[in-house]
Structure formats: C-alpha cells, structure tokens
C-alpha cells in the first residue's frame, strides 16, 4: 500500500469517472480538529465546482483538542461503535500535537486493525508549521514513513503535502521539513493558497486508489528535491489543529 503524498497531487486531475465514483461509494470515518475541518470544506470546494466528487460518504467528525493521548483513546472507542457503519477507519493528530508518541499511536492503529480485520485504515503523519518543533515533527514522521513502507500500510503523508510547493520544491526551516508559508494564515493551518485543495486532492486520489485499481502516482525517492528556506512567522498556540 503506497505513500501519498505531494507527488499524489497531479494524479488528482487524471482521475477518471469511475475511479471517482468508485472512491464516493467508500464510506469513511475520520476523527479530527480545525485543520481536518479545512480539509472538509475544500473537499465540499470540489464537490461545488464538479458534482462527481460527491463526498457524502466521507464522515468528517470533529472530535476536538483533548490532547494526543485521549485522541487516541477517542479513536479507539469510536472504531468500537462505528467499525460496522464505515468501510475506512482513520484519525488525525494536530499541529499542536507535537508531544504525540509514535510507537503509542503505531500500537493504537495495530490494535485498532487486529479488532476489525474487515475495515481499512489509514495511517497519518503529524501535521507541520512554519518553525515551531518542526525536530520532533521530523522524528515523529521519519519513525511513522518508515514504519508504514516497510509493513505495507497506506500513509496519507500530511507532512510531505505540507512543505512541497506548488512547484514542486520542498520547504525547509532549520534544516527541518516546514509548513509552505503560503499555505497558511497563522503559521499552522493549510488554509491559503490552495494548501487546503491540495490536502482534498489527494484525498480523493487515495481513496480512488482504495477502492479500485490505483490511478496513476509517480512515486519517488524522498530528499532528493530541492530546498527552499523559509522564514519564521509566529505560531498561535490556541486549541485548534
């Protein structure tokens, strides 16, 4: 099961009528705060601007800020009530979760496959900034792609979408993987710029993928792009993520 990520982004446009229809028939749950939020109205965004992207299916339930450790147990119970309603199972950290541990979420997901062995799920990596912890971010997501490579789980890289340009290139603050600035507002969230259309985009090119024959990804080696530095803007810590 693949990666998606930035270079996800240009199969979105090649996504044909009945891989759509395809990844709509899916039914999702995904647990989330304020940036799964923007990613829900940009996917209505699409939806508005092409009728075949109906995402009625997909059930964005805002879950709050309760902090890592009871957003794992949320998803935990959720899955309990929930498994047989829903074909994909999946929740989301925040940017404010840098102190989120990696191998308690990575056993939380393996749990959460072994009890419903009939369901999908959806691993994440942890969401960026434009500089703030971006070092714990980095070894949060180095852990969590080489995890999901190597034992075949299906990664929607955030992280990756996050500090890739439009263009291709990638965003760096500190010599650590960063939130484009031009993607976000306050410093945190994806909603300027077309940052939270790219995040839709690859949603849909994922679940396309999930549910039929993959649509065409290129896939690459990670560290080979190129860097652009970015410069510090402040980051409001306030209970949204």
Known sequence: MPTYDHTSVAAFSGLTS???SA???????????????????????????????????????DRGNPGYALKISDFTDECALQYSTHNVLTFKFCYIDPDAVWTEYRDAMLAAEAAHPSNRFIWWSMPLTTYYE????????????????????????IAAIESHHANGTANTYGGYEALC????????HPDSNGGDTRLAQVMWVM????????????????????????TAYGVRRYNIG
């Open 18 to 20: 009945g891989q759509i």
């Open 207 to 230: 679940l396309a993928a999930m549910a039929g024959p993959p649509p065409s990804v290129s896939f690459h080696k990670r560290s080979s792009a190129q860097t652009v530095s970015g």
């Open 181 to 188: 600035e031009e993607y976000t507002s306050d410093g945190g």
């Open 23 to 61: 990844a709509a028939a899916l039914t999702m749950m995904l647990r989330h705060a304020s940036t799964g939020q923007l990613i829900s109205d940009a996917l209505d965004a699409l939806q508005v601007g092409d009728a075949r992207l109906n995402r009625a299916n997909w059930d964005f339930q």
């Open 134 to 157: 971006l070092d714990v971010r980095a070894a949060y997501n180095a852990a969590c792609r080489s995890y999901c490579t190597t034992n075949n789980k299906t990664l929607y890289d």
